[in-house]
């Protein structure tokens, strides 16, 4: 069974600063992963998606790796912002099409300050 | 072009009453999924449906049954609800990667 794991739970850093995200996967049959962002008490956004067959994206100010073969992605958030604050989830989708079912992670909360 | 929209967005329900969540998107997507979020067990999903026709459980069907209406719609209702089914619930599609909608926020008294 696909366990997905993001660390640290909770993360505090002064605006501006540059952070990485964790999010690690044991079973590395995936046909992708996806970033999450979660404002308390709003539906998810996506901010990234990777094919298994890629080893980033990029998107503005975020940017996302995976290492499939190690089972983790990581999400670089540069210059960080108070509007970067909230609760950021990785999924992923196996690889077995007609189970398209993702895992999620329990997140991190992230919490920029001004 | 709205995604997934969910409704309605909050809903107090007595022990033992039934209800309806309603889902629907206009992405043209085949696959969509009922997830529900707690506190510390993250989201976990109630069931999909792969296509128009087909309906699967997923990891907590238990008290939950759905209706894929067509296309566009996938239903979720609770038939006799309970305490424990007091939560977020979060309707999405695939294609490509999910789209989710902004949930619903259930309380059973």
């Known amino acids: 069974k696909q366990e997905v794991t993001q660390i640290p739970a909770a993360l505090s850093v002064p605006e501006g600063e540059n952070l990485v995200l964790n999010c690690s996967f044991t079973?590395?049959?995936?046909?992708?992963l996806q970033w999450f962002r979660q404002d308390p008490g709003k539906g998810l956004t996506s901010l990234l998606l990777?094919?298994?067959?890629?080893r980033e994206q990029t998107s503005g100010r975020l940017n996302a790796s995976l290492d499939k073969s190690s089972g983790r992605s990581t999400l670089y958030i540069a210059a960080s912002q108070p509007g970067d604050s909230a609760t950021y989830l990785c999924?992923?989708?196996?690889?077995?099409?007609?189970?398209?079912?993702?895992?999620f992670g329990t997140g991190t909360r992230l919490t920029i300050i001004p | 072009n709205a995604g997934v929209t969910q409704t309605p967005k909050f809903q107090v329900l007595k022990t033992g009453q039934s209800m309806t969540l309603q889902c629907a998107q206009d992405m043209n997507h085949n696959s969509m999924y009922w997830y529900r979020q707690d506190p510390g067990m993250g989201l976990r999903l109630i069931y999909y449906s792969a296509s128009e026709g087909t309906t699967d459980k997923g990891e907590v069907p238990n008290g939950y049954n759905v209706s894929r209406l067509n296309k566009r719609e996938f239903s979720l209702r609770l038939e006799s609800a309970a305490p424990s089914q007091t939560s977020v619930y979060f309707c999405?599609?695939?294609?490509?990667?999910?789209?989710f909608g902004s949930g619903t926020r259930l309380t059973v008294v």
């Open positions: 999924a992923v989708l196996p690889s077995n099409f007609g189970n398209e079912k993702l895992t």
């Open positions: 079973d590395s049959a995936i046909y992708n």
């Open positions: 990777i094919q298994s067959s890629q």
């Open positions: 999405a599609s695939y294609w490509n990667g999910y789209t």
